[in-house]
């Protein structure tokens, strides 16, 4: 066949390839270029969950306990040997991940006293610690460094933090001794100690400062009575000693992972490698590492993501392979009389089909190509997508010669005649894609599936329910209108029954397919998407059912007064939380042998009046707001789970559990399956209304207070929990106890923003925005392709009754009234599929890892409906534009001369 030809042809049907081309790229571009786009966004948001957590939190920390040295070597030698051994047997992908390490040998603080200290009346416990590399990374600001040469006799040298030794009124060349204390608080065995110098950190972020306790810091006393504790550095030679004297030792090594090193992409090879590494911990050590916890949570977000990102990819790549579908078919149906042709002039059965091919190849690979070097430009890194451009060059390649082989022998037949009554393979086959479509449904709900896989199931249910959709739309679609054609007869005018009728024996088959899969690919994104945000709404809402609590450990009684008196304040109530509490059958606290439950005491009223003046939307049941001081248990909400145990128990009507040290009775009153303040994996809790307690000696002390008003300063709030708490620490019968740790203050604009920034959440906001805009202009795309599909016979109509009288203006009217019940149902059937597909895979998900483990609910706004009836009205203008196009370029008489084919 000759190459010379194959391009002829392709330079005059140039539109028509172009378009094939056009989608060709498209679908190369997203298949190369979307997972980088992915995986750039998966990195820069593990980036940002972990810089957002202290550095400390990616330490790997191996800890000897402390105790004397027993090592062959000096306890500085033992630590670095072990620290180079412990590095090599971490597993592989952590070792790779390791871009800083340390390791340090210490005693245990002990109390040290001196005339400076005397001074000031400090009462100061100090450790000492050899940390290599700290003179790097430190300058020097008065005396010198502890001497690394050993004497006997000499007083022990000690470096100091220069704001640690102020803080104490320490100073380069300050005497002390150091030693133990007995029973009454004297130093005993003293050795003399002395400040040989003070340092100032060249970089305080440097890890190398992070080990507890810190060398930076002054841990200030616990209680009345305590010691300050402070950690000096020393040199190594004089710690060997020490430690070779038996004076107790404990060594650290700390494996720091880069924030840059942990690939997103092997995510769980890297959790699974930190696995491994606390299974294989050697049995002298223990091992401790915090960054686990921000990398699961970020796993279990990136995985709902990519599954959510397959099934939006699955419609969108579904929708491309359709508009090539029917770019093909529109090809082959413009170059029709060709191909009869050349079977008419004793051509092979497939001489249509090598003729085709030859073109194809002419165009498809280079647009293929090209597609793959664009997606190669977008930033991220690559996934291995090369086989699936292959495939799908392969596939586009042969759409064309497959498109042709369709071509009847014979001549053309009229395509707007439709049986009323499908032939029995058209109806076996509908039927069973409607089976098939069902049945992969409820294999999908039972089954389940793994989240971050692409699951060949996950992704075919999306197109095969909008497939069985549009069946079911092309069978329905007919007899609605053929009433209303029936009822237009009967009127004046000719516009409303012409186009009707016409419209009802529209042949849109593939088209409207296409359309529904796009439309209901957008439609999904969209409610998912609104799902998603109300669902967040409703989780800081569990979170902070007010605009602000202050959650602390016990505040003072008055401590509501002092905040309502705060500008801005409407509202202020008390809460009590309490974690893991027994349950006993009576009075005097017998065990009732049930599982462990938290209990939330609340007051219900206060609650009530919060949430109102706090705008949330919270049904406080009318057992805890109507509650009062009586004879009997108390009225509890309880959950199921502790439900199903007091009845099983026979404690429906009367159990016990303490708030604060004080046991109350309560009975089942109503369950809730979740509340306010309530953890949302909190299984077990037990809900007591505060305004009905009993009156007891003492009272429950508030643990967090719920405050509504507007505008609230957040400092001034913890300002005023942080004197609540200390009041209620001196106000009581016994002070002098541990200090209380301070307040911390939630807002729920504040909650509502953490969650929903950070994580993976940038690649859930790009699978909506994508999917939304890209199933919208494909959508319109396919529209003006099923336009395009009917332009030629609806021009010779419209040529007829141009020339028997019809006005443009009527014109105008018949073209609206043929293509709106097409569009119409397109864009309605698409927008249900999109609504009810959530409803279907909601479960399967895992989009509760976006919005705090609250479940996700599928959320019909007004504004979808709006924006489905706005997209209609789009679509339906974009379609009598293409058609008005179309008729101009055609110029409507030579469209009676090219004769009866359409």
């Given amino acids: 066949m000759s190459v010379g030809a194959a391009v002829r042809r392709v330079r005059t049907y140039g539109g028509q390839f172009l378009l094939l081309a056009v989608l060709t790229l498209v679908v190369t571009l997203l298949i190369s270029g979307v997972?980088?786009?992915?995986?750039?966004?998966?990195?820069?948001?593990?980036?940002?969950?972990?810089?957002?957590?202290?550095?400390?939190r990616r330490d790997i920390s191996y800890t000897t306990g402390m105790g004397t040295a027993t090592f062959r070597n000096t306890a500085m030698g033992d630590a670095i040997e072990r620290f180079d051994a412990l590095a090599a047997d971490l597993p592989p992908q952590v070792r790779s991940a390791v871009t800083e390490r340390w390791y340090t040998v210490e005693t245990p603080p002990a109390r040290v006293v001196g005339?400076?200290?005397?001074?000031?009346?400090?009462?100061?416990?100090?450790?000492?610690?050899?940390?290599?590399?700290?003179?790097g990374a430190s300058t020097l600001v008065e005396g010198t460094w502890p001497s690394e040469t050993?004497?006997?006799?000499?007083?022990?040298?000690?470096a100091l933090d220069v704001d640690v030794a102020r803080k104490l009124n320490l100073r380069a060349g300050s005497q002390l001794r150091i030693g133990n204390t007995d029973d009454k608080g004297r130093l005993v065995d003293g050795a003399p100690l002395v400040v040989s110098g003070l340092f100032r950190p060249v970089d305080r972020a440097n890890g190398i400062w992070d080990g507890l306790p810190q060398l930076l810091r002054v841990i200030e006393p616990r209680g009345d009575g305590e010691p300050f504790t402070i950690v000096g550095v020393v040199a190594q030679s004089p710690l060997n000693k020490r430690a070779a004297a038996g004076w107790p030792i404990q060594s650290t090594w700390r494996y720091r992972l880069g924030v840059d090193t942990i690939d997103a992409r092997h995510l769980d090879q890297m959790i699974d490698g930190l696995q491994e590494l606390q299974r294989r911990k050697p049995a002298d050590l223990t091992v401790t590492l915090g960054v686990d916890v921000p990398m699961r949570a970020f796993a279990v977000q990136v995985n709902a993501a990519r599954t959510l990102l397959a099934v939006i990819a699955a419609g969108v790549l579904a929708t491309l392979a359709g508009l090539i579908v029917l770019a093909a078919g529109l090809a082959i149906r413009r170059r029709r009389s060709e191909f009869v042709l050349l079977r008419a002039r004793g051509g092979a059965a497939t001489a249509g089909a090598r003729r085709s091919l030859a073109e194809s190849v002419l165009v498809v690979p280079i647009a293929a190509a090209l597609g793959w070097w664009l997606g190669t430009l977008f930033p991220g890194d690559p996934?291995?997508?090369?086989?699936?451009?292959?495939?799908?060059?392969?596939?586009?390649?042969?759409?064309?010669?497959?498109?042709?082989?369709?071509?009847?022998?014979?001549g053309a037949a009229r395509r707007d005649l439709i049986r009323v009554r499908p032939s029995a393979r058209r109806l076996t086959v509908e039927v069973s894609l409607l089976l098939l479509a069902g049945l992969a449904a409820v294999l999908l709900r039972r089954r389940g599936l793994t989240l971050g896989e692409v699951d060949p199931l996950l992704v075919s249910v999306p197109v095969l329910l909008a497939i069985a959709a549009a069946v079911l739309a092309l069978r329905a679609y007919p007899w609605p209108l053929l009433l209303v054609s029936r009822l237009a007869a009967r009127t004046r005018g000719s516009v409303a029954f012409l186009g009707t009728a016409r419209a009802g024996r529209a042949a849109v088959a593939a088209p409207l397919v296409v359309v529904v899969l796009a439309i209901g690919t957008a439609a999904f994104c969209a409610v998912v998407a609104a799902g998603v945000?109300?669902?967040?709404?409703?989780?800081?809402?569990?979170?902070?059912?007010?605009?602000?609590?202050?959650?602390?450990?016990?505040?003072?009684?008055?401590?509501?007064?002092?905040?309502?008196?705060?500008?801005?304040?409407?509202?202020?109530?008390?809460?009590?939380?309490?974690?893991?509490?027994?349950?006993?059958?009576?009075?005097?606290?017998?065990?009732?042998?049930?599982?462990?439950?938290?209990?939330?005491?609340?007051?219900?009223?206060?609650?009530d009046t919060v949430a109102r003046e706090s705008e949330v939307?919270?049904?406080?049941?009318?057992?805890?707001r109507t509650a009062r001081p009586g004879p009997g248990p108390l009225p509890a909400i309880v959950s199921p789970a502790v439900a199903a145990d007091l009845a099983k128990a026979g404690l429906s009507d009367s159990a016990f559990i303490s708030v604060q040290g004080q046991r109350y009775g309560f009975r089942v009153a109503g369950t809730e399956d979740d509340f306010p303040l309530v953890p949302a994996d909190a299984s077990r809790f037990v809900i007591l209304p505060w305004q009905a307690l009993p009156e007891r000696t003492t009272t429950p002390a508030p643990s967090s207070l719920l405050i509504a008003g507007d505008p609230l300063d957040a400092e001034a709030l913890r300002r005023a929990g942080d004197q609540g708490q200390?009041?209620?620490?001196?106000?009581?019968?016994?002070?002098?106890?541990?200090?209380?740790?301070?307040?911390?203050?939630?807002t729920r604009t504040d909650v509502r923003r953490d969650l929903g920034n950070g994580g993976a959440n940038g690649m859930l906001a790009f699978g909506?925005?994508?999917?939304?805009?890209?199933?919208?202009?494909?959508?319109?795309?396919?529209?003006?392709?099923?336009?395009?599909?009917?332009?030629?016979?609806?021009g010779q109509v419209l040529s007829r009754l141009r020339t028997l009288g019809l006005s443009r203006r009527q014109w105008r009217g018949l073209l609206l009234v043929e293509l709106t019940p097409l569009v119409a149902v397109s864009v309605l059937t698409g927008a249900l599929v999109g609504a009810v597909l959530p409803l279907l895979l909601n479960p399967v998900l895992g989009l509760s890892a976006f919005t705090s483990g609250v479940p996700v609910q599928v959320a019909f706004e007004p504004s979808l409906v709006a924006a489905v009836l706005a997209l209609g009205a789009v679509a339906l203008g974009f379609a009598v534009a293409v058609e008005a196009l179309n008729n101009r370029r055609l110029r409507l008489g030579e469209v009676l001369r090219l004769g009866e084919e359409s």
């Fill in 768 to 794: 909506f925005v994508a999917g939304a805009v890209g199933g919208s202009v494909l959508g319109l795309l396919a529209i003006a392709f099923t336009v395009l599909a009917g332009a030629r016979a609806r």
């Fill in 617 to 624: 939307d919270l049904p406080v049941p009318d057992a805890l």
């Fill in 726 to 746: 200390e009041r209620y620490q001196s106000g009581g019968a016994v002070t002098g106890r541990e200090r209380p740790i301070g307040v911390t203050v939630d």
């Fill in 150 to 158: 050993y004497v006997p006799d000499r007083p022990i040298e000690v």
């Fill in 35 to 56: 997972p980088r786009l992915v995986n750039r966004l998966a990195e820069q948001g593990l980036r940002a969950q972990l810089n957002s957590e202290a550095a400390a």
């Fill in 533 to 607: 945000d109300a669902s967040r709404d409703r989780a800081a809402a569990q979170i902070v059912p007010a605009d602000a609590v202050i959650r602390g450990e016990r505040f003072a009684p008055d401590t509501i007064d002092e905040l309502g008196r705060l500008p801005g304040v409407r509202a202020v109530s008390r809460v009590v939380y309490q974690e893991d509490e027994r349950l006993a059958s009576d009075e005097v606290g017998t065990d009732a042998r049930l599982f462990a439950t938290d209990v939330l005491l609340v007051d219900g009223s206060g609650l």
């Fill in 383 to 410: 996934d291995p997508t090369t086989p699936y451009v292959i495939g799908a060059t392969v596939l586009v390649t042969l759409a064309l010669p497959l498109a042709t082989l369709a071509v009847p022998a014979g």
């Fill in 115 to 135: 005339p400076d200290l005397k001074a000031r009346n400090l009462l100061v416990d100090l450790g000492l610690r050899a940390v290599p590399d700290v003179q």
